[in-house]
């Protein structure tokens, strides 16, 4: 157990709807990321989060947002969803962006 | 092309032997992690590393920063190592990881 919890752990959704992913870091971490491993691109990181504040983005789409609240747990917002969303998305957390990173169990989206 | 190689691709063992899986990177890097994930998804960070060899347990990594390179290798392999291993790469603190494509190992009793 990573210490890092992540809800739900299945979704299966319509195209063109909008769901919510939570993760909660491990106690004390203050970066938080969220990455997308789909079966033909493997792992693709997507944005981060230092102590509530964006630090990095990777290849996110614009239909997908975060963010990290107060609490440093964080959310990934995704909508008008296709089936290319389809996909595990992971969270992980670190103490600071050097230290080790700490995967949660991920979400299986499936987009029907 | 990728940043990060990962070679082979997919690997079948004997329980008991000595397995090797590399990564090779194009860029210069601050710290490269390899990362194991489990048949049922879940990922563990083994190490990371930015010189020189760490060892747990029966894994060992080791790199080498001039010639852009890393091992990971399993003692004694058995069934429960089967897995995906993956690299990472980092090259400063801010910057976000990129990931080879995978080396999925199976170790068979």
């Known amino acids: 157990d990573s210490g890092v919890t992540q809800t739900p752990k299945h979704l299966i959704t319509a195209t063109g709807q909008r769901v919510t992913l939570r993760c909660s870091p491990r106690s004390g971490d203050l970066s938080v990321y969220w990455y997308q491993q789909s079966l033909d691109q493997g792992l693709q990181f997507l944005i981060q989060y230092y102590n509530g504040e964006e630090r990095a983005k990777g290849n996110i789409l614009e239909r997908f947002s975060a963010q990290q609240f107060p609490d440093l747990h964080s959310e990934l917002n995704l909508s008008s969803l296709e089936l290319g969303d389809s996909a595990l998305y992971f969270c992980a957390s670190s103490l600071t962006s050097v230290e080790t990173q700490y995967f949660g169990p991920g979400t299986r989206l499936l987009v029907l | ?109």
């Open chain 2, 1 to 109: 092309k990728n940043e990060v190689e990962q070679s082979p691709q997919n690997l079948t063992a004997q329980e008991g032997e000595f397995i090797t899986i590399n990564c090779s990177y194009s860029v210069g890097i601050s710290a490269l992690h390899w990362l194991q994930q489990h048949p049922g998804g879940g990922i563990v960070s083994l190490f990371m590393l930015s010189s020189g060899k760490k060892k747990h347990g029966r894994l060992i990594a080791t790199i080498n920063i001039q010639e852009k390179h890393s091992s990971l290798h399993i003692t004694a392999s058995h069934p429960r190592d089967s897995a995906v291993y993956i690299c990472a790469v980092t090259n400063s603190g801010n910057t976000p990881l990129v990931f080879g494509k995978g080396t999925r190992l199976s170790v068979i009793a």
